[in-house]
């Protein structure tokens, strides 16, 4: 009896894996790194030049403008690195910290003016040192050519801002002694200074007189010792201190 003919039978493949390809595991824990880093990064980058992006947006198109504010209207405010730390703010430290950072990123924008001007959050309110001889020759009292291009910044800040600006005259330990010409000492010539700072801010800008203050300290308040020529220079400034007008200060 003839066989029955022999069929070779296909090779029975193994029933596929569930789930993804092995490779998809590897891929997954490469994104997944690289995500991790990319998020470690931006934890460390520094976003405050954003803020003040998003702050100098408030001023802009008043720069320049006069305004008429109620007395009880004060700069609007974005939160700050310390809010976001979880450090509670009253209206007064609010309105302070917004001016002030407002202030740096107007002295940022404008390079000829980041060499001379220094711009600090104070116990009072916001304070901008200005170096005199970015105002005034050494030994005298009256304003360069080149003053009006930084006093303009402080009237824009003054018609945005219902805040009041005390002026404050110093010099070093040197400058003004002699007792000869206008200014017979580091008094005269430093109150003339503020004088003549203020006297433009009225004149020129039209900001009520009542909001403004000149005083001159001479030598007598120091950022530095008086012991080298640089520190001399340091020394020799006007401040503007910006405060709420139910505050006094000097």
Same mark, same amino acid.
């Given at each position: 009896m003839a066989g029955a003919p022999y069929v070779k039978k296909p090779p029975v493949e193994p029933p596929p894996e569930e789930g993804l390809p092995p490779w998809m595991a590897t891929f997954a824990d490469m994104v997944t790194?690289?995500?991790?880093?990319? /998020?470690?990064l931006l934890s460390f980058a520094n976003m405050d030049i954003m803020n003040f992006r998003t702050l100098m947006g408030s001023i802009q198109n008043a720069f320049g403008v006069q305004t008429e504010r109620p007395e009880a %209207?004060? @700069? @609007?405010? &974005? *939160? %700050?690195?310390?809010?976001? +730390? $979880? /450090?509670?703010?009253d209206s007064d430290q609010k309105a302070v910290l917004d001016l002030t950072m407002q202030l740096r990123a107007l002295m940022e924008n404008q390079e000829e003016l980041k060499r001379s001007v220094? /711009? &600090?959050a104070e116990r009072e309110g916001a304070l901008v040192r200005v170096e005199s001889a970015a105002l005034f020759k050494p030994g005298e009292a009256a304003l360069t050519a080149d003053a009006p291009k930084l006093l303009d910044n402080v009237l824009k800040v003054l018609?945005?801002?219902?805040?009041n600006c005390v002026i404050? #005259?110093?010099?070093?330990? +040197? !400058? $003004?002694?002699?007792?000869s010409g206008p200014y017979p000492s580091a008094w005269e010539l430093s109150a003339a200074r503020a004088a003549a700072a203020l006297h433009y801010l /009225? !004149? %020129? #800008?039209?900001i009520d007189p009542r909001r403004m203050k000149a005083v001159g300290y001479a030598d007598t308040r120091p950022l530095v010792p008086n012991?080298? *020529?640089e520190d001399r220079a340091r020394n020799r400034r006007v401040e503007f201190m910006f405060h709420r007008p139910d505050t006094e200060t000097w």
């Open positions: 790194l690289l995500l991790c880093f990319f /998020v470690l %209207t004060f @700069a @609007a405010y &974005s *939160p %700050t690195r310390l809010e976001r +730390q $979880g /450090v509670k703010l220094g /711009v &600090s018609r945005e801002y219902n805040f404050r #005259g110093h010099t070093d330990d +040197q !400058e $003004g002694k002699g007792g /009225v !004149e %020129t #800008g039209g012991d080298r *020529p």
